[in-house]
């Protein structure tokens, strides 16, 4: 159980334009999503937490308008990365969390696979 | 401020011999702990975890980690290591959802590379 996908798991597109990622709880409701971004060779940084039916919480130095985060059910989250640019080439990973967990505690993340973004 | 400090960026050690990956915490109450493993070009995957009670956690793939709270510590540990063990461990701290969003933070991550 707790599986998460995504998809694509990796796309290359031309500088200028926009893609779209999705990061889908196969087996389960996630309340909470998280979007990470991950260089080669470094940790993941954290870049928007986001809550199903709300506005996702972005990280200090994350341009809400470059990367729009999108939960509007339980089971998916999309990322969309406008007008991408070169710099903005990485690896994506999206996590979920359990619906109706404990919310005094931390609940545990569930990982997708990645997507790998390259733009040109 | 929280932090998770992994010292060794990249360790190597031969087939068969045991393993420590090390991690130091920085935080104010009781922890919530996290050992993933990550394949090269692959999301990650959960290795074990500490919430409370034995201080002493089993994982998956023979991992066992320590909790020592006087220590800020909570090393990874494998008594023999196989070739498949080769690949990027993080250690993090989980913190709780009703004040802190329920983030992870990471450590910096350990290469981990194992000699025939």
């Known amino acids: 159980g707790a599986v998460v996908s995504q998809h694509p798991s990796w796309v290359i597109c031309k500088s200028g334009t926009s893609v779209k990622i999705e990061c889908r709880s196969l087996?389960?409701?996630?309340?909470?999503m998280f979007w990470y971004r991950q260089f080669p060779k470094q940790s993941l940084m954290l870049m928007a937490t986001?809550?199903?039916?709300?506005?996702?919480?972005?990280e200090q130095g994350v341009e809400k308008d470059k990367f729009l985060i999108n939960h509007a059910s339980l089971t998916l989250s999309t990322l969309t990365v406008t007008s991408a640019h070169p710099e903005d080439s990485s690896f994506y990973i999206c996590s979920a969390s359990l619906a109706g967990g404990p919310t005094l505690v931390h609940n545990e993340q569930f990982f997708g696979p990645g997507t790998r973004l390259t733009v040109l | 401020a929280q932090s998770v400090t992994q010292p060794d960026i990249h360790i190597t050690v031969s087939e068969g011999a045991s393993l420590e990956l090390r991690c130091n915490y920085s935080?104010?109450?009781?922890?919530?702990l996290f050992w993933y493993v990550q394949s090269p070009g692959q999301g990650l995957q959960l290795l074990l975890k500490y919430f409370s009670g034995d201080t002493l956690v089993q994982g998956i793939k023979g991992f066992e980690a320590e909790f020592k709270r006087s220590q800020s510590s909570f090393n990874l540990r494998k008594p023999s290591v196989h070739w498949s063990d080769a690949a990027e461990y993080f250690c993090a701290v989980g913190l709780p959802a009703y004040n802190q969003g329920g983030k992870l933070i990471f450590g910096q991550g350990t290469e981990l590379s194992v000699k025939p």
């Open positions: 087996d389960f409701q996630a309340t909470t």
């Open positions: 986001s809550n199903e039916g709300s506005k996702a919480t972005y």
């Open positions: 935080y104010g109450a009781t922890p919530y």
